[in-house]
């Protein structure tokens, strides 16, 4: 998916405005469930968004030792 945001912005701008193309995908981006990564680096919310990158989201899984 592409969304244009109109020049370099921050991750929770592009959050903003994808949650206003997809209201139900609010529940999952917002409540620390899953962890987004720009440019295959785990970001933050003031983590600067240029064209051309790229923002993956990584849904919760399980592993590891109990």
Known sequence: MRIDLHGPATLKALLDRLEEDIPSIRSVI??????????????????????????AFLPPFAGGQH
Request: no cysteine; aromatic share 0%.
């Open 30 to 55: 917002r409540e620390g469930r899953t962890l987004i990564a720009v440019n295959q680096e785990i970001a933050q919310e003031d983590t600067l968004v240029s064209d051309g990158d790229e923002v």
